[in-house]
């Protein structure tokens, strides 16, 4: 099994930065694309943002500009870099990648999730 822990949310201000971090661990063999998922309340969960294996990377419009996301993969680290935070983006961040266990037994696997608030 894979184990994903985010940490790094937080309550700021409107204008703000915060940066979450992923640590993947447990019987990683390898890892395909992680991405970064938010929800808010009363909301569906919407993908923030996605890295693949070879470090290509896509958003989502509402945030296109302002966050990155990126991944180091000696550390099975993932980070999402956020600037200019805005109140909508107030939200459960959650962590989630594809991860193989073995050259043949691949899973998707999540976090539990790091608040991230923004006040107006």
């Known amino acids: 099994q894979v184990q994903l822990v985010e940490s790094g949310g937080g309550l700021v201000q409107a204008g703000g930065s915060l940066r979450l971090s992923c640590a993947a661990s447990g019987n990683i063999f390898s890892i395909n694309a992680m991405a970064w998922y938010r929800q808010a309340p009363g909301k569906e969960r919407e993908l923030v943002a996605v890295?693949?294996?070879?470090?290509?990377?896509n958003y989502v419009d509402s945030v296109k500009g302002r966050f990155t996301i990126s991944r180091n993969d000696a550390r099975n680290m993932m980070y999402l870099q956020m600037n200019g935070l805005k109140p909508e983006d107030t939200a459960v961040y959650y962590c989630?990648?594809?991860?193989?266990?073995?050259?043949?037994?691949?899973?998707?696997?999540w976090g539990q999730g790091t608040q991230v608030t923004v006040s107006s």
């Open positions: 989630n990648a594809e991860a193989y266990i073995s050259s043949y037994d691949v899973s998707d696997y």
């Open positions: 890295i693949t294996a070879g470090g290509s990377t």
